[in-house]
């Protein structure tokens, strides 16, 4: 190799290097401030300027929606002094505040779904943004969209209504910090990006809520809350829940990578007792009982400073999650605890990065604050994720990206009576689930459950005459699952 030669190449890897480097400047790190972690006079005694200088923007968790519209400010304990202190001491360190505004379903649809009040909350939303002085609105109306309820299961045109409303307001104003207009984001689970896809345009992040994804009282075995792969494990046939099958959901519907966000919580999570499991209880992930374990939640700080032992502790490599594994005389008193420490806040840097996605955020900053540790180290979620954007490594390369091998036709004919043509492609030998759901969510048949070869495979359905006899006309779904990744397409049965 001459001289000429290696200089190129060593020109090329700089430029590669800091175009990554430059990509990786570039990702989001919002962190959510519940009004409930500050002082009644507003102030923030757990964030230093340092700390100020890891985040990019701040969620300002404030008030839930009332069904008419207005605001209950008491349920976390938010105030307007509150909110123009959060404001004022984020613009000192140059850091971006946003208005979140919270509900659950039974609450914001009434809000939302009635031109009169979802005017109303419009109103409310634009008046105290003006007066605050915060720099965007943070859509917290959970859930988007859901399997388990009849009106949402296929979309949510209400909220799409609100959006596109509250997207043209904010456009009208510009924030005094950013020298642009009010910027619009929200949370949400991948079961909603068909929804996103239609509007991605006027958000400047999609944040899925990559956390709080399995619990014994869904009938889960013992898993991760916050699992970054499924690792090849499955759960009554289909792929644990993971953090890449959520984001696999919102890039086939056809979210854009660069608009979507993960999220790192500083809970955590206690499975205990139990029985039926290798160790009696509940210590381990996989683990898959017969009666069931408790699960209680629990503020990350609370666990390090009362729970925690560094015996206790393991890595699942598979799941790249850390958690603890405590055995006792006693099924009774087993422990697993699910949780986010530095390995596993990495972990989640890595897959960001490896798959171009826009950032991360970070639940409930203070849940995570340790005050007996050095000043600089109190809050280890934020400092470890800031290390792993600021300093690319081997293992972001080497992470496996979310495959896009598969792919699911729409059926033929599609509304169809008696049945229908089903057709999927494989580029490479995959384990496979394929299933029949109605609208709420509830499995009709299993299809296919093994591990094929690459291929095209077609299927009939239904194909027997007593399953097409117990059909009712409506709209079904065929989802399909292959290495953990998850893809469905909606079906209209007429008899």
Same mark, same amino acid.
């Given at each position: 190799?001459?001289?000429?030669?290696?200089?190129?190449?060593?020109?090329?890897? @700089?430029?590669?290097?800091?175009?990554?480097?430059?990509?990786?400047?570039?990702?989001?790190?919002?962190?959510?401030?519940?009004?409930?972690? =500050?002082?009644?006079?507003?102030?923030?005694?757990?964030?230093?300027?340092?700390?100020?200088?890891?985040?990019?923007?701040?969620?300002?968790?404030?008030?839930?929606?009332?069904?008419?519209?207005? *605001?209950?400010?008491?349920?976390?304990?938010?105030?307007?002094?509150?909110?123009?202190?959060?404001?004022?001491?984020?613009?000192?360190?140059?850091?971006?505040?946003?208005? @979140?505004?919270?509900?659950?379903?039974?609450?914001?649809?009434?809000?939302?779904?009635?031109?009169?009040?979802?005017?109303?909350?419009?109103?409310?939303?634009?008046?105290?943004?003006?007066?605050?002085?915060?720099?965007?609105?943070?859509?917290?109306?959970?859930?988007?969209?859901?399997?388990?309820?009849?009106?949402?299961?296929?979309?949510?045109?209400?909220?799409? =209504?609100? !959006?596109?409303?509250?997207?043209? $307001?904010?456009?009208?104003?510009?924030?005094?910090?950013?020298?642009?207009?009010?910027?619009? /984001?929200?949370?949400?689970?991948?079961?909603?990006?068909?929804?996103?896809?239609?509007?991605?345009?006027?958000?400047?992040?999609?944040?899925?809520?990559?956390?709080?994804?399995?619990?014994?009282?869904?009938?889960?075995?013992?898993?991760?809350?916050?699992?970054?792969?499924?690792?090849?494990?499955?759960?009554?046939?289909?792929?644990?829940?993971?953090?890449?099958?959520?984001?696999?959901?919102?890039?086939?519907?056809?979210?854009?990578?660069?608009?979507?966000?993960?999220?790192?919580? @500083?809970?955590? *999570?206690?499975?205990?007792?139990?029985?039926?499991?290798?160790?009696?209880?509940?210590?381990?992930?996989?683990?898959?009982?017969?009666?069931?374990?408790?699960?209680?939640?629990?503020?990350?700080?609370?666990?390090?400073?009362?729970?925690?032992?560094?015996?206790?502790?393991?890595?699942?490599?598979?799941?790249?999650?850390?958690?603890?594994?405590?055995?006792?005389?006693?099924?009774?008193?087993?422990?697993?605890?699910?949780?986010?420490?530095?390995?596993? @806040?990495?972990?989640? !840097?890595?897959?960001?990065? /490896?798959?171009?996605?826009?950032?991360?955020? #970070?639940?409930?900053?203070?849940?995570?604050?340790?005050?007996?540790?050095?000043?600089?180290?109190?809050?280890?979620?934020?400092?470890? #994720?800031?290390?792993?954007?600021?300093?690319?490594?081997?293992?972001?390369?080497?992470?496996?990206?979310?495959?896009?091998?598969?792919?699911?036709?729409?059926?033929?004919?599609?509304?169809?009576?008696?049945? /229908? &043509? #089903?057709?999927?492609?494989?580029?490479?030998?995959?384990?496979?689930?394929?299933?029949?759901?109605?609208?709420?969510?509830?499995?009709?048949?299993?299809?296919?459950?093994?591990?094929?070869? $690459?291929?095209?495979?077609?299927?009939?359905?239904?194909?027997?005459?007593?399953?097409?006899?117990?059909?009712?006309?409506? &709209?079904? *779904?065929?989802?399909?699952?292959?290495?953990?990744?998850?893809?469905?397409?909606?079906?209209?049965?007429?008899?």
């Amino acid at each position: 190799m001459n001289r000429k030669t290696t200089g190129l190449i060593v020109l090329l890897m @700089c430029i590669f290097i800091i175009n990554r480097l430059s990509a990786n400047e570039n990702l989001w790190v919002t962190g959510y401030l519940p009004a409930y972690y =500050q002082s009644p006079d507003g102030s923030i005694g757990f964030l230093t300027a340092a700390d100020y200088q890891k985040v990019t923007h701040l969620s300002h968790h404030g008030p839930y929606l009332n069904p008419d519209g207005t *605001f209950n400010y008491e349920a976390t304990s938010f105030s307007d002094i509150k909110a123009k202190k959060v404001v004022t001491l984020a613009h000192q360190h140059g850091v971006p505040v946003l208005l @979140c505004i919270v509900a659950w379903y039974d609450q914001y649809i009434e809000a939302i779904n009635d031109s009169v009040s979802r005017n109303i909350l419009l109103r409310n939303v634009l008046k105290l943004v003006d007066k605050t002085g915060y720099d965007g609105v943070d859509v917290d109306l959970e859930p988007v969209m859901s399997a388990y309820i009849p009106a949402i299961v296929k979309g949510n045109p209400c909220y799409i =209504q609100f !959006v596109s409303q509250l997207y043209d $307001s904010l456009q009208n104003r510009t924030s005094s910090l950013l020298n642009r207009p009010l910027l619009l /984001t929200a949370p949400m689970n991948g079961y909603a990006g068909p929804v996103f896809a239609q509007i991605h345009e006027k958000f400047d992040q999609i944040n899925i809520m990559t956390y709080d994804m399995v619990a014994p009282d869904w009938g889960f075995p013992v898993w991760h809350d916050a699992a970054v792969y499924s690792g090849g494990y499955m759960i009554y046939g289909k792929p644990a829940p993971s953090i890449q099958g959520e984001v696999q959901l919102c890039l086939q519907a056809g979210v854009p990578a660069e608009k979507i966000g993960i999220g790192v919580s @500083c809970d955590a *999570f206690r499975w205990k007792g139990g029985t039926g499991t290798t160790t009696g209880g509940a210590t381990a992930p996989r683990q898959q009982w017969q009666t069931r374990p408790s699960w209680t939640r629990f503020a990350y700080k609370d666990m390090m400073s009362t729970y925690f032992r560094s015996e206790y502790y393991r890595w699942d490599d598979a799941a790249k999650m850390s958690y603890l594994s405590i055995d006792r005389e006693g099924a009774a008193n087993d422990e697993f605890w699910s949780y986010n420490d530095e390995k596993s @806040c990495a972990a989640k !840097v890595n897959f960001v990065k /490896t798959n171009n996605l826009g950032g991360l955020i #970070i639940w409930e900053l203070g849940s995570g604050y340790l005050a007996f540790k050095p000043v600089g180290d109190r809050l280890p979620q934020l400092n470890a #994720i800031h290390e792993a954007i600021i300093q690319p490594s081997d293992v972001v390369i080497n992470q496996p990206p979310i495959p896009s091998d598969f792919s699911l036709s729409q059926n033929y004919p599609n509304p169809f009576n008696g049945s /229908t &043509t #089903i057709e999927y492609c494989l580029a490479r030998d995959s384990y496979v689930y394929l299933a029949i759901y109605n609208m709420l969510g509830q499995e009709i048949e299993t299809l296919v459950s093994e591990k094929q070869s $690459s291929g095209n495979y077609t299927i009939i359905w239904p194909n027997q005459k007593s399953t097409e006899a117990k059909l009712s006309s409506g &709209t079904y *779904f065929c989802r399909i699952n292959v290495d953990g990744i998850g893809n469905f397409r909606r079906m209209i049965f007429l008899k």
